[in-house]
């Protein structure tokens, strides 16, 4: 009775996380982009009822811009993290199912990725795509898929080692049939972990590719291009334009930080107990 | 001995050829990235230059890019002169990209090696505390504090400090590691400290809950091993114990773990030097990135991917060291 | 053993459990030592023998006082006629009473075999560990290598040094013989009667009966966590009649030498012990007062056992 309580209670909580950030994103999305126009007559405003995280140089509201730009995280985080885990998932069982050749070549190509820092080579990558949504999101997506890769090449040779996938394949099953009845099953709770997982990892990358300037252009509502407007008016004594905003993508990251932790404990409650 | 350093030098041989296979890799994917933008690198410098260009200058670019050859010559033909050391001139600079690339390292470099040595001493330091005090108060809080920690976007944490301490306390100065105006050979050590505490304090937060939480779990081990039993059953001290094997089981793999990670350090150090306006390798990565220096962005790429493989380099070695069972193979 | 010496160790009625969190607060007690009876005197060797997973190992944890932190103990334990508390205990371990364990594992992997012999106290007894190891036939560059470059008798010679070099006049031996060869084990047991005729008294933890009977001076039964029986290695030589309980005898009757008589049924369970003897569910002699209640150390014919039939 208790661990069907522990686990129902995982599953209530993440249940509530996706729903939590479901609605931030629907929140941020139904924001026109008329309500963050702004007026000179309001900028450089500190928090106040009307303004409930200020305003900023140009007038506009700071929480609705944050509202928006945590809407915009969460698309780019989970588009990117998306790609990126199907990448990982094809090359971790091409790397553990195909010949030892492809997984040597795999195995390189991930040591290549890991070689330069994953900041330059997105800086890089977005270079090459001429800034912009898309470059941001190939550079994220290109970057993120390899220790997912890993995990996954491990998970599956450590299936393939096991009795009842030998024994299906003595009973004459196919590689296909084998594959939809023991890898899925197992490959699926780390599909999903290492998505969330990814996910905050792509959240954050986001805000801080954005905050150096690559990326979407400026005008649009991204945390970390308000949190990089923000710093030309520290001095000025605009604290607030720095920490609220901030806070929110925190926020947002502890969020899908508790998700990954429930959805641990109810896919894969072995791992999860440490 | 023979034995041990043949072994040694066998290990330092294959792995600096996977070395170089993978830094001619990233030649070729960063050169084919930039072949791939919008931004043409002659263009761009003579753009740059503003004044009239002299048709030998222009000559002399287009030769280095390879013109309109196609793009397997014209990456050669880069690739040569990169050999050669010569990686073209930094269009914002105005200077050779070696030159630059030379002289910001080393800023980053002293920011990096603080950083580095911050979060080391207290990564480690915190993981002893909570690997001996595991699932007590002190563990719990300090666990709870590295996964946020971990949550928390490192220049944001740049931010939040340089407001603090540099706009409401006045500690610290906003930006540039030496004071505008003033000659680089007669700023004092104290005014480039005074630069460099806040870079690097953001930077050393980015790093340590993971070599806190490693460390943690190598400690845990330590403590439920067998030997740690046995040591306990010779009257061995609860410090004693944490002196004579713990550290000896888990400082080694930290720093294993600390070489390993360069590559984070790197990428924090742009985001850090962005911040805080501090003159290094990482701020001149996305200036060259937003202003489309070419020469400079390649430049950076492979000096990032030199650092990184440098780092993993003597993480493998000093992997090697620390378990006697590698280094001294079952010979006897 | 016939000059009534006063006991190096005793040990009453020891009983060792661990409180387990199975699944959120559900809270239960295994108990894996219940009342332990247990005499060691100066210049014997002690086996206490069992099969294997009855906790004989725990013994020797409760005994050095460094079980686990969720271990309860209860019962009363004395040293040289004094009660042995926990900080006594700590100043004992490693001084006057001393641990043989059980394989290479209990050596930290990362330290040179010199400085582990040696021990932590200052200054390192280096002089005597060296004269230590050349008596136990170590090479001299034995306290250069790790652990694992140890073949199996050079550990074993080193695990016992740390004992040796301490002075201890009680020596646990935790297993001391698994996985060696007939040979390897005669000549460590070999070792241990050397130390008990300097004097000392020395516990073998052992599920190795066969051996424990040429090297013991007595032998503790152990099942299900307690001693039943603790007789004269002579009682267990001369058959079964010699010996009182009926749980000896079955032992005593599966010995491959003895016609491999194994009786039914499996030791308890740590955490399902019965109410009244461990042994009456699986003992033909078994009666209702057997079930209900817990037999008292009996002396009988210069041995000492737990059991209603010889009440």
């Known amino acids: 009775m208790k661990r069907l309580n522990y686990r129902t209670k995982a599953v209530i909580l993440a249940a509530a996380l996706i729903v939590i950030l479901v609605f931030l994103y629907a929140l941020g999305s139904l924001i026109p982009e008329s309500a963050v126009a702004g007026s000179f007559l309001e900028a450089g405003q500190p928090p106040s009822r009307k303004h409930l995280f200020g305003t900023d140089s140009l007038g506009r509201d700071l929480f609705l811009r944050t509202l928006k730009g945590m809407s915009l995280s969460l698309t780019v985080g989970f588009s990117a993290s998306m790609i990126s885990a199907v990448i990982a998932v094809v090359v971790g069982v091409i790397a553990a199912t195909g010949s030892k050749r492809a997984d040597a070549v795999i195995n390189w190509v991930i040591d290549l990725v890991m070689s330069v820092p994953h900041t330059i080579l997105v800086i890089l990558i977005s270079f090459a795509m001429g800034r912009g949504l898309k470059g941001l999101l190939i550079g994220i997506a290109a970057t993120h898929w390899c220790s997912l890769a890993r995990l996954i090449r491990g998970e599956v040779l450590q299936l393939r080692s096991q009795q009842y996938a030998a024994v299906s394949r003595k009973l004459g099953k196919s590689s296909g049939w084998i594959l939809i009845h023991h890898l899925l099953p197992h490959l699926l709770p780390q599909f999903l972990i290492g998505l969330i997982l990814m996910l905050l990892h792509a959240i954050l990358h986001e805000a801080a590719i954005s905050f150096l300037g690559f990326g979407l252009p400026p005008e649009q509502s991204a945390i970390g291009i308000i949190l990089s407007e923000s710093m030309r008016y520290l001095s000025a004594g605009m604290w607030w334009s720095a920490m609220l905003p901030g806070l929110s993508l925190v926020l947002i990251v502890l969020l899908v930080d508790r998700l990954g932790e429930r959805l641990r404990t109810v896919l894969d409650p072995y791992s999860a107990q440490e | ?332 | 053993m016939e000059e009534k010496k006063r006991p190096l160790l005793e040990i009453r009625d020891l009983s060792v459990s661990f409180s387990m969190y199975s699944h959120g607060l559900e809270q239960r007690d295994l108990q894996v030592i219940s009342d332990l009876h247990l005499k060691v005197f100066p210049g014997e060797i002690v086996a206490v023998a069992g099969s294997s997973g009855s906790g004989k190992s725990l013994l020797a944890s409760a005994i050095l006082g460094i079980l686990p932190e969720n271990a309860q103990v209860q019962g009363e334990m004395y040293y040289e006629g004094e009660k042995l508390d926990h900080d006594r205990q700590e100043r004992l371990r490693g001084t006057e009473i001393a641990l043989v364990p059980q394989s290479v594992a209990y050596l930290d992997p990362l330290m040179k075999v010199g400085r582990q012999a040696d021990g932590h106290r200052k200054p390192r007894p280096i002089a005597k560990r060296k004269n230590l190891f050349r008596r136990l036939g170590l090479p001299d560059r034995t306290e250069r290598l790790y652990p694992f470059q140890l073949s199996g008798g050079m550990a074993r010679r080193v695990l016992v040094s740390t004992a040796l070099i301490t002075d201890a006049k009680l020596i646990i031996a935790d297993e001391p013989t698994p996985g060696m060869s007939l040979k390897e084990a005669l000549a460590a047991l070999r070792m241990f009667r050397e130390m008990a005729d300097t004097g000392k008294a020395v516990i073998l933890i052992t599920h190795d009966i066969d051996l424990a009977f040429e090297f013991a001076d007595r032998i503790a039964v152990f099942y299900a966590g307690t001693t039943v029986e603790t007789a004269p290695a002579s009682d267990f030589k001369a058959g079964p009649d010699a010996l009182r309980h009926p749980y000896s005898k079955a032992l005593w009757s599966a010995l491959p030498q003895n016609g491999f008589h194994l009786i039914e049924g499996v030791q308890p369970y740590a955490g399902n012990l019965p109410k009244g003897c461990l042994f009456a569910p699986r003992c033909p002699y078994c009666t209702e007062k057997c079930k209900e209640t817990l037999p008292p150390v009996r002396e009988v014919r210069g041995g000492e056992v737990r059991c209603w039939r010889e009440a």
């Not at chain 2, 014209?74 to 105005?94: D, M, P």
């Not at chain 2, 809080?141 to 920690?149: A, F, N, T």
């Open chain 2, 1 to 332: 001995m023979k034995g041990t350093l043949g072994r040694f030098v066998r290990v330092l041989a294959g792995y600096g050829i996977k070395m170089l296979s993978l830094l001619l890799a990233v030649t070729i994917l960063s050169f084919a990235l930039v072949c791939a933008s919008p931004v043409d690198p002659v263009q761009q410098y003579i753009l740059g230059l503003g004044t009239a260009v002299s048709p030998e200058q222009r000559v002399e670019i287009e030769d280095y890019w390879g013109g309109d050859k196609p793009p397997v010559q014209r990456y050669l033909g880069w690739l040569s002169e990169v050999l050669r050391g010569n990686l073209g001139e930094s269009s914002i600079y105005r200077r050779p990209v070696a030159d630059v690339i030379a002289q910001r390292f080393l800023n980053s470099l002293a920011l990096m090696l603080c950083a580095w040595a911050l979060a080391g001493l207290i990564g480690f330091t915190l993981g002893c505390v909570m690997g001996t005090y595991r699932d007590r108060w002190p563990d719990r809080i300090l666990k709870k504090l590295c996964y946020v920690l971990s949550a928390v976007p490192t220049f944001w944490v740049g931010l939040v400090f340089l407001l603090f301490f540099s706009v409401w306390l006045g500690w610290f100065p906003v930006g540039f590691s030496s004071p505008i105006g003033v000659l680089s050979e007669d700023v004092s050590l104290w005014q480039r400290l005074h630069h460099l505490i806040l870079p690097a304090l953001t930077l050393g937060m980015m790093s340590f809950p993971n070599i806190a939480l490693h460390t943690r779990q190598k400690l845990i081990d330590v403590l439920n091993s067998e030997y740690v039993l046995f040591a306990r059953a010779r009257g061995e001290g609860k410090w004693t114990v944490l002196r004579r094997h713990g550290l000896r089981g888990t400082l080694l793999p930290a720093m294993t773990l600390q070489f390993a990670s360069f590559a984070e350090l790197f990428g924090g150090s742009v985001l850090a030097e962005n911040v805080f306006s501090y003159p290094g390798l990482g701020s001149a990565a996305s200036a060259a990135g937003l202003n489309g220096d070419v020469p400079l962005l390649l430049g950076v790429t492979l000096f990032s991917a030199l650092f990184v493989c440098v780092g993993n380099l003597i993480a493998n070695l000093l992997y090697r060291v620390v378990d006697p069972q590698i280094r001294e193979g079952d010979k006897e």
